[in-house]
């Protein structure tokens, strides 16, 4: 999910989405891992891919999310918040333990 939404409204080349990850998230993942999961959104059809050349160096694979991998990032984006917030009523409690204790 968090590949998927980094690609949001934007293409980004591959260390573009690690930084994003990185920055956005503090999520930090092997460059090798990041394009093993690009690959096989795109064989999903969640993201397409395109070579630009980068006038100078080396082209560059641009990465951009397709309309069925924003459903998808939609949806997953919909079940997470739910999800988070059943988990954050969950450890509520420990949470205020741990603020009591803490103000000891």
Do not use: C
């Amino acid at each position: 999910m968090a590949i998927l939404a980094s690609l949001w409204g934007k293409r980004l080349y591959g260390l573009e989405v690690l930084r994003a990850l990185e920055n956005g998230s503090a999520l930090e993942m092997l460059e090798g891992t990041l394009y093993l999961i690009l690959n096989r959104l795109r064989a999903a059809g969640l993201v397409e891919a395109e070579w630009v050349d980068a006038g100078s160096g080396h082209p560059r694979k641009y990465y951009r999310l397709t309309a069925a991998g924003e459903n998808r990032l939609q949806v997953m984006a919909r079940f997470w918040r739910q999800f988070s917030a059943k988990l954050d009523e969950l450890i509520a409690p420990v949470l205020r333990q741990e603020e009591a204790t803490s103000a000891r």
